[in-house]
């Protein structure tokens, strides 16, 4: 029997078997399931609350601390406050005890350093697996009723990237293949690289861009990495696009990391940058807000009219139709490590 690639499924599957099973709404619901949405928004009398639910099941060492920031980063693309945890902890019959009480304290020292409560979940053992998955829910909330959707998403728009492309790919295979590069960049680079996961949160900045005029839009960057991220701005909003790469930031540690392991930097999952559409007009002040505030950020594109396409030009000048990856590269070395 044919394996499908680990990984979500692509977008055309999703439009296909997913959508059209997600209609049954009321007037609660602000905004539901969509390409490249990252979080739900529903409203409860005058409150307004975001809910997300993402699972970490690619990465092997740090699944607790990253449950807390993939979701938590999704609440604040629309411009909420990420308030309340919830987590399902799947792990294989031949893990112990200890590795509960790690994953915890993982999550533990995340949520405390956002403010956020871990209020609930379930942990079970079970032989469906073969290492640890966490199953994380966060509940935020939006103050002054304004939140951001990518459906907001204007031609004309500029695209700013928030630090660099592979943050999260980079902690993840230095940690997990902690050996191999040492053996190939020697301990101190490894133990930089390891600090990528420090930058894993995008709440900070999404919270500068939510209160800087212009803004009109804000996308994490995960599975698939910049150029997936891009495209399903492009995608949600129907509009085209086109980025430039040699405007996308990508880090050392994490531009050697890809080139041992034969990945391209854009292509593999990318918690800890954000993308934010903003008017040309007020692009100086966000970039100066963002940066003022420590956050790095790059103009990488800009949204075109639909006809356009939605494009990637090379360094060498060379302009191609930006195509995402069928899965995070990522995954499939995740894989055969595991199996070894």
């Not at 009321?26 to 979080?39: F, H, M, S």
């Not at 970490?56 to 629309?78: F, K, M, P």
């Not at 839009?217 to 509009?239: F, L, P, Q, W």
């Not at 692009?283 to 003022?292: A, Q, R």
Request: net charge neutral; hydrophobic share 40%; glycine share 10%.
């Amino acid at each position: 029997m044919l394996r499908r690639p680990s990984g979500k499924i692509s977008i055309e599957e999703f439009k296909k078997y997913i959508l059209p099973f997600s209609r049954c709404k009321n007037d609660t619901v602000l905004l539901g399931p969509g390409v490249g949405e990252d979080a739900a928004i529903v409203k409860i009398g005058e409150k307004i609350l975001i809910l997300k639910t993402d699972p970490i099941s690619g990465a092997v060492n740090l699944v607790g601390w990253l449950a807390v920031h993939v979701n938590a980063n999704d609440v604040a693309t629309r411009g909420g406050d990420p308030k309340w945890f919830l987590a399902t902890l799947i792990l294989p019959t031949d893990a112990n005890i200890e590795t509960v009480k790690n994953i915890m304290q993982q999550m533990n020292e995340a949520a405390i350093e956002l403010g956020v409560s871990v209020v609930g979940g379930h942990t079970e053992f079970t032989n469906s697996v073969n290492h640890p998955i966490v199953v994380g829910a966060m509940v935020g909330s939006i103050e002054g009723g304004k939140y951001f959707k990518l459906e907001n998403v204007e031609e004309g728009d500029l695209i700013v990237e928030t630090k660099s492309a592979g943050i999260e790919a980079t902690s993840i295979l230095a940690t997990d293949f902690e050996s191999e590069l040492e053996k190939a960049y020697g301990r101190d680079f490894v133990s930089k690289a390891k600090q990528y996961i420090r930058n894993i949160s995008i709440v900070k900045e999404a919270r500068i861009a939510a209160n800087s005029s212009g803004v009109t839009a804000m996308h994490d960057c995960t599975e698939g990495g910049v150029i997936t991220a891009v495209y399903e701005i492009g995608e949600a909003s129907g509009n085209g696009l086109i980025i430039w790469e040699d405007k996308i930031p990508v880090g050392e540690e994490t531009a050697k990391i890809s080139k041992l392991f034969n990945l391209n930097p854009l292509e593999i999952i990318s918690s800890g940058s954000l993308l934010i559409t903003v008017k040309e007009e007020s692009s100086n002040k966000l970039l100066n807000d963002l940066k003022s505030n420590g956050v790095p950020a790059s103009i990488i594109g800009k949204v075109m009219p639909r006809k356009f396409g939605r494009k990637i030009k090379y360094r060498n000048g060379v302009i191609k139709e930006i195509v995402p990856p069928v899965t995070d590269p990522l995954w499939k070395i995740t894989e055969e490590a595991l199996k070894k």
